[in-house]
């Protein structure tokens, strides 16, 4: 079902408007149930001082399946690391790998240890680090594997809400768009997505 976001497609500077508005006519934006007989991957963009979003997907043929999405601020990685295994006793989860961004292995200079090592402490694992490519290299990734997005409407309710409120920054100045996007709510899901489409 459409979750009413004409308005938010008709919004100029967005990166993925065209995208989902052609997924939604699809029926890829829709109820999209768990299969026990796949893994579930997990997806990060770790925040640092703000929020961390995890998606996860199950893929299949050539489907890219996104079953469920989990947000939130302000907590260290014990808690994402007891989300996931929630989800698990709950819904039956199986895992297969989890997907982090490059910088999860950089190292604190205080601690001498990175977010990588403390991922792994707690299990979770194995893990799959994202290659470094630019924000523009990434946006273009995820336009080109958009195709094979399917994305549940309720659990994943956020992160098309993110995906059709992206969009480039507008410099006042010169009334034009600048060649890079906005900095705000929309960023932690997005950049979890520029994750997956990059790894693959």
Same mark, same amino acid.
């Given at each position: ?8 497609? +008709? !919004?100029?500077?967005? =990166?993925?408007? +065209?995208?989902?508005?052609? /997924? ?14 796949? #893994?579930?991957?997990?997806? *990060? ?5 703000? /929020? ?13 399946? *996104? %079953?469920?999405? =989990?947000?939130?601020?302000? #907590?260290?990685?014990?808690?994402? /690391?007891?989300? @996931?295994? #929630?989800?698990?006793?709950? =819904? ?11 910088? /999860? ?10 977010? @990588? ?11 799959? %680090? ?18 094979? =997005? *399917? ?7 956020? @992160? ?6 992206? !969009?480039?920054? *507008? ?24 994750? #997956?489409?990059?790894?693959?």
């Amino acid at each position: 079902p459409s979750r009413g976001l004409g308005d938010v497609y +008709k !919004r100029q500077g967005s =990166y993925f408007a +065209k995208f989902l508005r052609e /997924a939604e006519a699809a029926g890829r934006v829709t109820h999209v149930a768990h299969d026990p007989a796949l #893994e579930v991957d997990t997806v *990060w963009d770790l925040g640092v001082g703000d /929020a961390t979003a995890i998606g996860f997907r199950q893929l299949f043929n050539q489907e890219v399946r *996104w %079953i469920d999405y =989990y947000e939130a601020s302000g #907590e260290g990685l014990p808690h994402f /690391a007891s989300v @996931l295994s #929630e989800k698990a006793r709950q =819904y039956d989860y199986r895992y297969g790998k989890h997907i982090f961004p490059h910088d /999860a292995k950089v190292r604190e200079m205080s601690t001498g240890q990175s977010r @990588l090592d403390t991922i792994k402490r707690l299990g979770i694992r194995p893990v799959t %680090i994202a290659p470094k490519f630019s924000i523009e290299d990434g946006i273009d990734a995820i336009r080109r594997r958009f195709p094979l =997005y *399917w994305f549940d409407a309720e659990k994943c309710g956020r @992160l098309v809400d993110a995906i059709a409120n992206y !969009r480039k920054e *507008w410099d006042s100045h010169t009334q034009c768009f600048k060649s890079k996007p906005v900095h705000d709510w929309t960023s932690h899901p997005v950049d979890m997505l520029r994750y #997956e489409a990059v790894s693959v």
